[in-house]
Antibody, heavy 120, light 110 residues
Framework: QVQLVESGGGVVQSGRSLRLSCAAP????????MHWVRQAPGKGLEWVAV????????YYVDSVKGRFTISRDNSQKMLYLQMNSLRAEDTAVYYC?????????????WGRGTTVTVSS | QSVLTQPPSASGTPGQRVTISCSGS????????VNWYQQFPGTAPKVLIY???QRPSGVPDRFSGSRSGTSASLAISGLQSDDEADYYC???????????FGGGTKLTVL
């Protein structure tokens, strides 16, 4: 079944680290770029990071640069988000998402999300 | 402050046609195609329109999208109570090297 399943969320103190994982069974994972998108409570969607299908490029939203790292293991069909120096404003539901590249550059598949709560 | 600008709310009565606007710039909507996502409370977003005006299979033709210059719009005709949800526009931004979203529009069916 084509799906994305996130895990690794939880409650963490400000300044600590957390690693999110996303399992991607059911499709040829190595053919797709992948994103992390988050949604703070009661707020809109915010793009966090993208990694190219082969891991050759990564881009981040300014607010997480230097703190978050996106990575992937194509042999295991896994996507990761290492989050360091967490802040209260990182509290959100984090979605793993599959990217259909050129020509339309859109996200066509979303996971159910994993919740990260950063407490001060 | 979102890079793409949407009205925070929209409303209509059953059967009506409503449109939701999305305004951007030359680095995003002006250069890349616009996509629209529908999100119900407590659930993940779902793609409604991609490539400015393409509907994935399973999306009713009541939903349509268009783009002109640095703006785009989503139209919903024959409004139904089930359409009550949040709607987000999005596009790749070549200057930011990332996806930019609108702030979202909450659609209410009166």
């Amino acid at each position: 079944q084509v799906q994305l399943v996130e895990s690794g969320g939880g409650v963490v103190q400000s300044g600590r680290s957390l690693r999110l994982s996303c399992a991607a069974p059911g499709f040829t994972f190595r053919n797709y770029g992948m994103h992390w998108v988050r949604q703070a409570p009661g707020k809109g969607l915010e793009w966090v990071a993208v990694i190219w299908y082969d891991g050759s490029k990564e881009y981040y939203v300014d607010s997480v640069k230097g703190r978050f790292t996106i990575s992937r293991d194509n042999s295991q069909k896994m996507l990761y988000l290492q989050m360091n120096s967490l802040r209260a404003e990182d509290t959100a539901v984090y979605y793993c998402a599959r990217w259909m590249g050129a020509p339309h550059y859109y996200i066509d598949l979303w996971g159910r999300g994993t919740t990260v709560t950063v407490s001060s | 402050q979102s890079v793409l600008t949407q009205p925070p709310s929209a409303s209509g009565t059953p059967g009506q046609r409503v449109t939701i606007s999305c305004s951007g710039s030359s680095s995003n909507i002006g250069s890349y195609t616009v996509n629209w996502y529908q999100q119900f409370p407590g659930t993940a977003p779902k793609v409604l329109i991609y490539g400015n005006n393409q509907r994935p299979s399973g999306v009713p033709d009541r939903f349509s999208g268009s783009r002109s210059g640095t703006s785009a719009s989503l139209a919903i005709s024959g409004l139904q109570s089930d359409d009550e949800a949040d709607y987000y526009c999005a596009a790749w931004d070549g200057s930011l090297n990332g996806v930019v979203f609108g702030g979202g529009t909450k659609l209410t069916v009166l």
